[in-house]
């Protein structure tokens, strides 16, 4: 059975305990038509210790929420929304039944558009480090800015404690002649 939810998508809840609120989806289990959104359905989970190294203790974390509970907000209009299905260059497309818009592109696009950027960046950061001429240079650089920071931080001050002379005496065992 297929879901027309998908992991990283943004859902409201419609029914339940946790009605009217919005998270996305960090989970979709179509085997179970079920989801996990963030922040809603928290559930505390009891748990035992299993060494003793291990900490036991109540955790909390977020359950599954059957998939006919949630909407799909659309990003393009900011409704909630059923979803269509519409075959565009071959493929099936989720939309958006009340403006029209794909639902897929936009999740596709802007996870594209981040990982681009995170990669001009450090190729630019790159092409300025073998930019400069002596490699002595950075390397005063970065030793100007370990020394400032070392100076300007703060360390808590430590406790001065008297230590006691440690005196050792001399026990003095009697000695028990047997007569």
Known sequence: MSLNIRKGDTVLVIAGKDKGKSGKVLVAM??????????????????????????????????????????????ACGKATRVAHTVVDGKSTRVCKKCGASLDSASKTTTKK?????????????????????????????????????????????KKTTAAKSTTKKSTTKKVESK
Do not use: L, M, W, Y
């Not at 922040?39 to 035992?48: E, P, R, T, Y």
């Not at 210790?49 to 907000?73: L, M, T």
């Not at 240079?137 to 970065?142: D, F, I, M, W």
């Open 30 to 75: 179509p085997a179970d038509n079920s989801v996990v959104v963030a922040g809603v359905n928290i559930v505390a989970k009891h748990k035992k210790p299993k060494s003793a190294n291990d900490k036991g203790g109540i955790i909390k974390k977020e359950g599954k929420i059957n998939a006919s509970n949630v909407e799909i907000i659309c990003p």
């Open 114 to 158: 981040t990982a681009t950027k995170s990669t001009t960046k450090k190729t630019e950061v790159a092409k300025e480090v073998k930019a400069e001429k002596p490699a002595t240079k950075s390397v005063a650089k970065t030793a100007t800015k370990t020394s400032t920071t070392k100076t300007t931080e703060k360390k808590p001050a430590e």
